[in-house]
């Protein structure tokens, strides 16, 4: 069974940093880029990173460009969104799927929380 579970979320204060993490299995996490994308109450969501597969680049929204930076590990079937001066409209849920463009995924797990506020 293919999955992808968030987990890292929380509550932190304006400036703050966490880590997102991605897990996958049931498949192998190299064989697909993986997306972070995010929904904020009332909003839609968006796609705010990705990491490519086939040529290993790495995409930013120009909302969270200089802030958030996306890694992974396949060995630890896991790719990563380290989130750094965080501010209170990074607030959402945040998600992660087997692709850059979120039209293109086929659903969504639970996400993870992400509540910035002082």
């Known amino acids: 069974q293919v999955q992808l579970v968030e987990s890292g979320g929380g509550l932190v204060q304006p400036g703050g940093s966490l880590r997102l993490s991605c897990t996958a299995s049931?498949?192998?996490?190299?064989?697909?880029?993986i997306g972070w994308f995010r929904q904020a109450p009332g909003k839609e969501r968006e796609g705010i990173s990705c990491?490519?597969?086939?040529?290993?680049?790495?995409y930013y929204a120009d909302s969270v460009k200089g802030r958030f930076t996306i890694s992974r590990d396949n060995a630890k079937h896991t790719v990563y969104l380290q989130m750094n001066s965080l501010k209170p409209e990074d607030t959402a849920i945040y998600y992660c799927?087997?692709?850059?463009?979120?039209?293109?995924?086929?659903?969504w797990g639970q996400g993870t929380q992400v509540t910035v506020s002082s």
């Open positions: 799927a087997p692709t850059c463009n979120s039209d293109d995924a086929s659903g």
């Open positions: 049931g498949f192998t996490l190299d064989d697909y880029a």
């Open positions: 990491s490519a597969n086939s040529n290993g680049k790495e």
